[in-house]
């Protein structure tokens, strides 16, 4: 069984930057696809970034590409998510998530091991 940990988010003004860290315990964590995922108040989850067992390819949502980072560290039994040029819209609690290989590119209901959530607020 896996355990997912996240830290960093927070509060942010606009424009600024966040980086959120993930680690996870209790499996082999570079069997995994790692992704980050995000629900605003009254709105589904969505992908943000997901990356692949070796860190070589990652997927990101449309709204956040060329702005957020994903990357990982099977070294450490990790992945951060460096988000840069955040927007009010921005605004959610986010997930760090592991599943399987065929979870890469897909929705959250592929993933089976989650974080605990953090909130990252960007106010204008």
């Known amino acids: 069984q896996v355990q997912l940990v996240q830290s960093g988010g927070g509060l942010v003004q606009a424009g600024g930057s966040l980086r959120l860290s993930c680690a996870a315990s209790?499996?082999?964590?570079?069997?995994?696809?790692m992704g980050w995922f995000r629900q605003a108040p009254g709105k589904e989850r969505e992908s943000v970034a997901q990356?692949?067992?070796?860190?070589?390819?990652?997927y990101y949502a449309d709204s956040v590409k060329g702005r957020f980072t994903i990357s990982r560290d099977n070294a450490k039994n990790s992945v951060y998510l460096q988000m840069n040029s955040l927007k009010p819209e921005d605004t959610a609690v986010y997930y760090c998530?592991?599943?399987?290989?065929?979870?890469?590119?897909?929705?959250?209901?592929?993933?089976?091991?989650w974080g605990q959530g953090t909130q990252v607020t960007v106010s204008s």
């Open positions: 209790g499996g082999t964590f570079s069997n995994y696809v």
């Open positions: 990356i692949v067992r070796g860190g070589v390819n990652a």
């Open positions: 998530a592991g599943g399987p290989p065929r979870a890469f590119g897909t929705t959250w209901s592929e993933y089976y091991y």
